[in-house]
């Protein structure tokens, strides 16, 4: 975070490669361009971009008329979604001499290219332009190479006839890349991997197995789901249904929606109206962001257990290898603090649809439990896993 002096002195030197004014946040299209493009940092200049909400183009005070909703209004456009790999931000209000601003300071990501829905955003001088094939290019060849996440790193032994190319082509690229961008740049199919940060140093790496491979439970043993349905309330009470879901998670996310609509259960109530109202025991919504999220947030390293779902006849568990992750913890979990252990495997449920916005699974699930009558879930955090029970609708 910049001290006041250091604003001061920024915005007295006008708009630049680094900086830019906006009157307000009636312009948001322009305000996520800017960030996408400041997080990409085309000339590596390694410092952080900023945009100051509340300067006219000049630098005149056109001032924040409620910097707190102003400065949630920019978070959620910067990490909601639309902006994928998420950028490293920073967003609050300052009053300086007398001007009321919000400041949003982008820092350089470490795994450009950085998209605003599909298309690359860079600097150049003054103004955010799309990125060219080239300048793309450029971006993802920088890419730092040191400490990467798990599903950044490249997976030993694989080759590209281990990964679904053909879904890649029909499903993935048309959703993460915007329509104009795919028929302007003809590129090879290694490049657009490159691009999409599923090849590592030239390499597959786990993010892309997890997302396109074929099979990767044979290179990841606990890359699958396992689902019991009890027909009592302990373990070890009858299995009325068992299912192992393997294959890519994209393929593991739509058999298990199937199978937890199967098993949903309602009842029909007869009102003193001789209306009918009908109450599933669970709503499928909550279940599938759960369920969503334990896929997504567990670990992979040091274990071979699957994320395991245990069906009872009055509740449900959930239970997925790995403990909560950078800065979330038991405190600010589900209240919308995000860290990824795993980022790219992340982007691409949002990509592909089964991530609405980030952050958003656990407080959905829960308002979805409540409309229905389902008592809040009961979470439970340990260092090596995380499991949450949901008891049924009475």
Not at 102 to 110: D, G, L, Y
Not at 201 to 223: E, F, M, T, W, Y
Request: charged share 25%; proline share 7%; with cysteine.
């Amino acid at each position: 975070m910049h001290t006041e002096q250091e604003l001061l002195e920024l915005m007295r030197s006008g708009e630049s490669d680094r900086v830019e004014f906006k009157p307000s946040t009636a312009q948001g299209t322009a305000i996520r361009r800017a960030i996408c493009a400041f997080a990409n940092d085309l000339e590596d200049r390694g410092d952080s971009g900023l945009i100051f909400v509340g300067l006219s183009d000049d630098g005149s005070c056109a001032g924040s008329n409620n910097p707190d909703e102003d400065q949630q209004k920019l978070s959620n456009w910067a990490l909601g979604g639309d902006i994928l790999p998420l950028p490293d931000v920073e967003i609050y209000p300052r009053e300086i001499e007398g001007c009321s601003i919000v400041v949003v300071e982008i820092r350089p990501h470490a795994e450009p290219p950085v998209r605003y829905q599909g298309q690359v955003w860079v600097r150049v001088g003054t103004t955010n332009r799309r990125a060219t094939p080239e300048q793309e290019q450029r971006l993802a060849e920088r890419r730092r190479g040191g400490d990467l996440p798990f599903d950044h790193r490249p997976a030993a032994g694989l080759e590209w006839g281990d990964l679904d190319l053909d879904y890649f082509e029909r499903e993935y690229l048309p959703n993460a890349v915007a329509p104009q961008v795919l028929e302007e740049n003809k590129r090879s199919l290694e490049d657009q991997l490159l691009a999409l940060r599923f090849l590592t140093k030239g390499h597959v790496n786990h993010g892309a197995l997890l997302v396109l491979g074929h099979d990767p439970a044979a290179h990841i043993p606990g890359a699958y789901l396992q689902f019991l349905r009890i027909d009592g309330t302990e373990l070890g009470d009858p299995i009325k249904d068992e299912k192992t879901l393997t294959g890519a998670l994209p393929g593991i996310m739509g058999q298990l929606d199937t199978l937890l609509e199967m098993h949903v259960q309602v009842a029909v109530d007869i009102e003193a109206s001789h209306r009918e109202q009908r109450k599933p025991d669970y709503p499928v919504v909550a279940l599938q962001q759960l369920a969503r999220n334990a896929l997504i947030h567990r670990t992979y390293e040091g274990t071979h257990a699957p994320v395991r779902i245990y069906w009872f006849n009055d509740r449900v568990e959930m239970h997925n290898p790995g403990g909560l992750y950078g800065q979330v913890t038991s405190g600010n979990f589900g209240k919308g603090v995000t860290d990824y252990r795993n980022p790219l495997i992340a982007e691409a449920m949002h990509v592909l649809g089964y991530v609405q916005r980030f952050g958003f699974g656990v407080p959905l699930a829960r308002r979805h439990l409540r409309n229905n009558g389902n008592p809040e879930p009961d979470f439970q955090f340990e260092p090596t896993y995380v499991a949450v029970t949901v008891r049924a609708a009475e």
